[in-house]
């Protein structure tokens, strides 16, 4: 049986490794936010009609290509990071070994940060963004199939 404090310790280096490249994960997906907006400014696109203001005297246009990008950038972390968390917390109770889930856990924070970058700040040919896309895919999945086998849940196994 796995013990609560045993996980989520200070003292368990897989649980501080998920807990540091998550919050540099946050931090990332924080500073889309700011770059989104920083774009749109530059560009003239505002986010609301309200938000003209802001743009003092350009022209406001619907859309543009650079923020465009940025937005889809981050859109793909909100619908990928989250399952990151989700399925990386279900992992640390499978009692993994240490090694594995710290680089686990750092490789996907490096994927995410390679495919902002491949994306949306140095656009690079693909298959750059696939394949670091992938990378994050093919770890997530891999620690919710770990979790799914490693934990019987008699609500649902043992019936």
């Given amino acids: 049986m796995v013990v609560l404090s045993k996980v989520i310790s200070v003292e368990n280096p897989a649980f501080c490794a998920f807990i540091t490249c998550g919050s540099v994960l946050v931090i990332k997906m924080m500073a889309m936010s700011i770059i989104?907006?920083?774009?749109r400014k530059k560009h003239g696109v505002p986010a609301s009609p309200e938000d003209v203001v802001f743009l003092k005297g350009k022209t406001p246009v619907e859309s543009h290509a650079d923020v465009d990008r940025?937005?889809?950038?981050?859109?793909?972390?909100?619908?990928?990071?989250?399952?990151?968390?989700?399925?990386?917390?279900?992992?640390?109770?499978?009692?993994?070994?240490?090694t594995v889930a710290?680089?686990?856990f750092r490789i996907y924070a490096l994927a995410r940060i390679a495919?902002?970058?491949?994306?949306?700040?140095?656009?690079?040919p693909q298959p750059a963004r696939g394949l670091s896309w992938g990378v994050g895919y093919g770890i997530t999945g891999y620690m919710a199939i770990r979790t799914i086998r490693s934990l019987s849940c008699p609500m649902w196994f043992n019936n």
Avoid: K, Q, S, W
């Fill in 36 to 39: 989104t907006g920083r774009l």
């Fill in 70 to 98: 940025v937005r889809r950038a981050h859109l793909n972390d909100v619908e990928n990071i989250p399952l990151y968390f989700f399925a990386g917390f279900g992992y640390l109770f499978t009692e993994p070994d240490p």
């Fill in 102 to 104: 710290v680089n686990l």
């Fill in 115 to 124: 495919h902002t970058l491949v994306y949306a700040i140095f656009v690079v």
